[in-house]
């Protein structure tokens, strides 16, 4: 065995594939796909190790030997890549022919093993020992040929068909193109197979290179784009080509090999950092506009801590990222407390035509992978074209997602790479952290909203005791006086005694509605039991007209109520259905002197409640309460219904009133929810 200069690039291809073949199978034992990269892989090892050894040999006997070995990797070649073409673009009715392509090969091979008849030895080049073959050569040629051309007739229609439905898909057929272009300046080698070559063959180095750029974006999910690669590819080949190329001619020409071999080595020597200068400075270029909006979300990112609103931060993040990534839309999911699935916060969408899901469930294919990944996933790749996702990138509070963001696809079927992939990771842990700032803020503020309303509920409730011991002294006061008057009856005028009597009568009617009012108050503000019982709906109205009705009169609103004249009996906690009403009846109220205060009353204008309540079957009552308020608007008719969510400001409401109702309704399983039109109203 002697050192060959021209030997070493085919063992540094052998090298690298030999070592990327086992990384490809070991990365998924059970996808199709990875099996037949990876043989085709060892193919290539076999096809560029003969020919290191048959270039590192001065015998033509052994040359001989490995000019067979060397097909035992070449002639598969096709059949592999015509089997990735069925697998990757999912034909099924061609098994049979893919079995075929294997039974001609294996018999070629057969040929090439035992006979002379296709490979006859070796012609001897000024490189060294190389493959010669005879006529019957050109029927491997032909079989090669047909397969390849078969290949690219099936891309080209997948290219086609993909190019307006799926984007990413689309990029990954582009890529074919580019490996195939690149790959047919690997006929040159067979020159030298048949004689009619003069210089050495370089042909298998665009082969290879080829398959690198078909197969990384299938093995390392499509993270490159397609420009990029064909950069990287070029620039590879540029300066291999002078490492490699420059000592060979100059000591084809010179004769002086000891020193072309040393000029090999130490150009080879600086040939990667050469690679990666070359590299960084084309895709700087290539990328300036995405360079641009990363920085411009990482600009985003800092900025968003400071919100501590959750509705507007989430929406801040989705309008942010479709504004500086261009993409047509996004979406933002968050968990759920109360339920094991992740529901849709905020989406956004330039052309509004997306029809996302509202939520998704825990054993989603999607949030099962977002959960495996940790980190965001191209869509595409990972079989969610049906949602048409793009990217999806999960944001964790320790190991629990607490949720993700959905992008759409980048414009100009642009795909995402991995540079897209890192910065989205970076961002996810802001989002993140942002997210649980807003969550931890709302959490506190709820707490100090409960403490306000349980405080003024004991101050209610103090209130009506100071409120009710003189009353009480004076419903006795008043029987006194009017024994005094019984006592007097003789004395004062029959006239008077009568006024006298009425007065007393209406003071003494008074006092004991004060009465009725503060039981109502008490049992109001006292902390709900919890049972549920038997009672008349008509027991539960005059506990809140003895509550509400006083509020009423002082703000000039006519109360109307609409029920059956016979008794609507329900299982209910009565302390909690006047709650409800309470609530009701206050936010109609206010409602209805804010359109009064701006001045936007008419003439025509009313101050109405109104109260309709009716079966609808013997186990459900609906109750309407409608007012003559300004309404409410038609994006808020759901979210008025959340946890401090108000249209007051903050010293008329706490925007808990209408979110403590759903929760009672909920619990007596009844459903509660709004309407509005120009007037609006509640039911």
């Known amino acids: 065995m002697i050192f060959n200069p021209y030997s070493i690039p085919h063992l540094i291809v052998a090298i690298f594939y030999v070592i990327s073949g086992i990384y490809i199978y070991l990365k998924n034992r059970h996808s199709m796909i990875n099996i037949i990269l990876a043989l085709e892989w060892f193919c290539v090892f076999i096809w560029n190790i003969g020919y290191f050894f048959m270039y590192s040999t001065k015998n033509e006997n052994i040359a001989a030997i490995y000019a067979k070995f060397i097909y035992i990797g070449i002639v598969f070649i096709p059949s592999l890549f015509y089997h990735f073409t069925v697998v990757i673009l999912k034909i ?137 690669a064909l950069t990287r590819a070029g620039i590879f080949i540029f300066v291999y080509l002078f490492i490699l190329g420059v000592p060979f001619v100059f000591g084809y020409k010179y004769r002086l090999w000891q020193l072309a071999t040393w000029v090999t080595v130490i150009l080879a020597t600086s040939g990667p950092f050469i690679y990666l200068f070359l590299q960084r400075r084309a895709e700087k270029i290539l990328r300036k506009e995405q360079l641009i909006y990363q920085q411009a979300l990482r600009n985003t990112s800092s900025t968003i801590m400071l919100n501590k609103d959750l509705n507007k931060l989430l929406e801040t993040i989705v309008l942010n990222v479709v504004d500086i990534v261009k993409v047509n839309w996004a979406a933002i999911y968050l968990k759920s407390e109360k339920e094991d699935k992740y529901l849709q916060q905020y989406h956004h969408s330039k052309t509004g035509e997306e029809s996302l899901p509202k939520e998704f469930t825990l054993d989603s294919e999607l949030v099962k992978r977002l959960y495996s990944s940790k980190l965001p996933l191209i869509g595409e790749e990972n079989h969610f074209q049906e949602l048409k996702i793009g990217l999806a990138v999960p944001s964790f509070q320790d190991s629990n997602l607490i949720g993700f963001l959905l992008l759409g696809d980048k414009p100009k079927g642009k795909i995402y790479d991995q540079s897209d992939v890192n910065e989205f990771t970076l961002l996810s842990n802001q989002f993140a952290l942002a997210i649980e700032n807003c969550q931890f803020y ?44 019984d006592d007097l009856k003789e004395v004062i005028p029959a006239d008077k005694m009568e006024y006298l009597k009425k007065k007393l009568d209406r003071a003494r009617f008074n006092s004991k509605r004060i009465s009725k009012m503060i039981t109502s108050v008490r049992e109001f503000s006292r902390a709900s039991t919890g049972e549920v019982i038997p009672l008349k709906f008509e027991w539960i109205m005059e506990g809140l007209l003895n509550i509400i009705e006083p509020q009423f009169k002082y703000n000039g609103v006519n109360f109307i109520q609409e029920v059956p004249s016979e008794s609507i009996w329900l299982r209910a906690n009565k302390v909690e259905i006047e709650q409800v009403l309470v609530n009701l009846g206050t936010n109609s109220t206010q409602a209805i002197n804010e359109i009064w205060l701006k ?14 309540a009716y079966p609808i079957n013997p186990n ?13 608007k038609k994006e808020l008719l759901e979210d008025i219904f959340l946890d401090f969510v108000t249209t007051k400001g903050s010293a008329e409401g706490t925007g808990l009133g209408l979110s403590i109702s759903r929760k009672i309704i909920q619990k007596h399983n009844g459903k509660i929810w709004a309407e509005s039109e120009v007037m609006g109203s509640f039911n």
């Open 442 to 485: 709302s959490q506190e503020r709820q707490r100090q909203q409960y403490m306000r309303v349980n405080s003024l509920d004991r101050q209610m409730a103090g209130l009506a005791h100071e409120i009710d011991n003189p009353n009480s002294a004076l419903l006795g006061s008043l029987g006194s006086l009017e024994l005094v008057l």
């Open 92 to 228: 099924n009715n061609e098994k049979n022919i893919v079995k075929l392509n294997y039974f001609i090969s294996s018999v070629i091979l057969f040929f090439i093993l035992t006979t002379n008849r296709i490979v006859s030895g070796v012609w001897t080049y000024f490189f060294g020992f190389h493959t010669k073959v005879t006529s019957l050569h050109y029927f491997y040629l032909a079989f090669f040929f047909v397969l390849f051309i078969r290949c690219f007739i099936k891309f080209y229609k997948a290219y086609k068909n993909k190019r307006d439905k799926s984007p990413g898909e689309y990029n990954q057929i582009r890529y074919i193109f580019v490996g195939f272009f690149i790959a047919s300046f690997g006929i040159f080698d067979f020159l030298a197979h048949h004689g009619i070559l003069e210089f050495f063959p370089v042909g298998f180095l665009f082969v290879a290179v080829a398959f690198m750029i078909i197969h990384y974006v299938i093995i390392r999910h499509r993270l490159l784009d397609v420009n990029v």
């Open 599 to 612: 001045g936007h009353n008419t003439p025509e204008s009313k101050k109405e409640i109104t109260l309709k």
């Open 620 to 632: 459900t009552l609906r109750i309407d309460f409608t007012d003559t308020g300004g309404g409410i």
